[in-house]
């Protein structure tokens, strides 16, 4: 079973930085094919997609609106992924969500597929994130 867990979530004054983590269980990143995607959400609004990556060769994909600032990275040694959030504003404070989709067969996906929520079978909790003076 596919499990995921968000850490790292807190308070982060704006301006500056905060890197959350995904440890994912359930299937080795250096052993399957998989996306692992980060999402956001505001209460009242729908989740909305920041990035992914692919096995492989990590190919990551940002949305448009956070790709100068974000970035996404993986340490396959601790089975987990990363989003570092640099320049941080008041509109990034959200939940912040990994979710995964794990793979038997070596198909790469492409940029829409990878940010699209509804690919996704696996989700962890979410961590908060507040940007705050």
């Known amino acids: 079973q596919v499990q995921l867990v968000e850490s790292g979530g807190g308070l982060v004054q704006p301006g500056g930085s905060t890197k959350l983590s995904c440890a994912v269980s359930?299937?080795?990143?250096?052993?399957?094919?998989?996306?692992i995607g980060w999402f956001r959400q505001v209460p009242g609004k729908g989740r909305e997609a920041v990035g992914c990556?692919?096995?492989?060769?990590?190919?990551?994909y940002y949305e448009d609106s956070v790709k100068d600032r974000f970035t996404i990275s993986r340490d396959n040694a601790k089975n987990t992924v990363y989003l570092q959030v640099d320049s941080m504003k008041p509109e990034d404070s959200a939940v912040y969500y990994c979710?995964?989709?794990?793979?038997?067969?070596?198909?790469?996906?492409?940029?829409?597929?990878?940010?699209?929520?509804?690919?996704?079978?696996?989700w962890g909790q979410g961590t908060e994130v507040t940007v705050s003076s």
């Open positions: 979710a995964g989709d794990r793979r038997l067969g070596p198909v790469i996906s492409a940029r829409d597929t990878c940010l699209d929520s509804d690919h996704y079978g696996s």
């Open positions: 359930g299937f080795d990143l250096d052993l399957y094919y998989y996306d």
């Open positions: 990556i692919t096995s492989g060769d990590g190919v990551t």
